[in-house]
């Protein structure tokens, strides 16, 4: 802990960050939640992604600093923008919810759309929703159902049931072309294998 906080002190931005995180986990230090914040937000202002998104998760639930929406947004989007997917997931909620900003669908539907490109279930399943009711989208039920299919092959159970609704009212051809865009989203070459072979029975 010594030669850590040693090389945190000179500003090693990934000692800083394994600083924060001892303190934050209690892991050779006393836990100490302000402490984590403290060392997070060092490692986060030299650009240290993770930091960045690990302190938009302490402003948003008030763990170790006040609780501030709007600096959570301010992190969230520094992480984001380094291609954080969780950042990105997290921005996007509260552009669709207007939380701290302005409410605005389309913006949500771009963040949780590269959230989604990374495989988060989550994003999937919420553009899938979007898709479907033309929210910040245009309406698409073949985008949704793609959506779904590939955010329940990452084990979302929303999704899945999304999914399953929407089987009874697509054409065939419309299932057909889902299940193909669906196949391109699944990033993992063995849930793809395993989503291709369920082809007919999803």
């Known amino acids: 802990m010594a030669a ?9 931005t990934a000692a800083e960050f394994a600083l924060g995180a ?39 639930g008030g763990i170790g600093v006040a609780q501030d929406s709007g600096k959570a947004a301010y992190w969230y989007l ?37 959230a989604a490109a990374q495989g988060s279930a989550e994003a999937q399943c919420n553009l899938g ?10 309406k698409d039920l073949v985008e949704a159902h793609a959506w779904f299919i590939a955010a329940s092959s990452n084990g979302d159970s929303l999704a899945r049931a999304n999914r399953d609704r929407l089987n009874s009212v697509m054409t065939a051809a419309q ?9 391109e989203r699944v990033g993992d070459p063995k849930k793809r294998e395993l989503l291709a072979s369920s082809a007919g029975h999803s």
């Open 175 to 183: 299932k057909a072309a889902a299940f193909k865009l669906a196949l």
């Open 129 to 138: 929703v979007m898709y479907c009711n033309g929210d910040g989208v245009p």
């Open 78 to 114: 520094q992480a984001a923008r380094q291609g954080v997917a969780e950042a990105q997931f997290n921005l996007g909620t509260m552009c669709a919810e207007g939380e701290s900003m302005p409410k605005d669908a389309v913006e949500a539907a771009n963040w949780y759309r590269k």
């Open 4 to 12: 850590l906080r040693a090389r945190a002190a000179s500003g090693d």
């Open 22 to 60: 001892a303190y934050a986990l209690g892991q050779g230090v006393p836990r100490n939640l302000a402490e984590a914040a403290q060392w997070y937000r060092r490692a986060a202002e030299l650009g240290l992604a993770d930091a960045q998104f690990n302190l938009g998760v302490m402003y948003a």
